[in-house]
């Protein structure tokens, strides 16, 4: 059964304080692990996906990496705005995504 | 270019009620799904919808069901609701053959 954890449940970071937040994984043929922003009440706001161990992205103060057990999500130099739940997700043989419970980062100005 | 939108944002219903949700997938996109989403944990997998037949099911029983229109929109339809399935359902829509795949921004349901 394919699973997503994700560590710490909730981070709380002062501004320009740079940090990573964890997505552990099991799949069966990962065909995509996917990043995802929510603020509270809506719905997902797509980020990034990875789809081979090495991989890197990046988007503003965020970068996402991948290896075959793990992603990790730095944030740098972090904004008030950058506040959210952080979403984990992988895509396996079953084509659905299997999402993890999410990090809450709030960002302290 | 509208994104997921959905229909309608809020909701009570009475337990054993019926319910009806609605989804218009961004332009272009072929494939809706149906997400869960309980308060502080992650979406969970309902089902998804291609080529207006239900293709993969998660671990949610018969009283949900969808239905695909051949525009692409979709329904999901829950039955005899109880208190549990109050929550966010969320629509997400893709590509057939992509991977990523882009949200709605929910309807919250609640039952009373």
């Known amino acids: 059964e394919d699973q997503v954890t994700q560590s710490p449940e909730a981070l709380r970071l002062q501004e320009g304080e740079s940090s990573s937040l964890n997505c552990s994984y099991t799949?069966?043929?990962?065909?995509?692990l996917f990043w995802y922003r929510q603020d509270p009440g809506k719905g997902p706001e797509f980020l990034f996906t990875?789809?081979?161990a090495g991989e890197e992205k990046e988007k503003e103060r965020l970068k996402a990496t991948l290896t075959k057990k793990e992603s990790f999500l730095h944030i740098t130099a972090p904004k008030p705005e950058d506040s959210a739940t952080y979403l984990c997700a992988v895509r396996g043989y079953g084509q659905n995504f299997v999402f993890g419970p999410g990090t809450r980062l709030s960002v302290l100005p | 270019d509208a994104g997921v939108t959905q229909s309608p944002t809020h909701l009570i219903k009475t337990r054993g009620q019926q319910v009806t949700l609605r989804c218009s997938p961004k332009s272009g996109h072929d494939t809706v799904s149906w997400y869960q989403q309980a308060l502080g944990q992650g979406p969970q997998f309902i089902f998804q919808?291609?080529?207006?037949?239900?293709?993969q099911r998660g671990n949610f029983p018969d009283r949900f069901s969808g239905h695909q229109f051949p525009n692409y929109s979709s329904e999901l339809n829950v039955n005899a609701l109880l208190l549990g399935d109050s929550a966010l359902y969320l629509c997400?829509?893709?590509?057939?053959?992509?991977?990523?795949?882009?949200f709605g921004q929910g309807t919250r349901l609640t039952v009373v």
């Open positions: 919808y291609y080529e207006e037949e239900e293709r």
């Open positions: 997400a829509s893709s590509l057939a053959g992509e991977g990523r795949a882009f």
């Open positions: 799949v069966s043929g990962l065909r995509g």
């Open positions: 990875l789809y081979s």
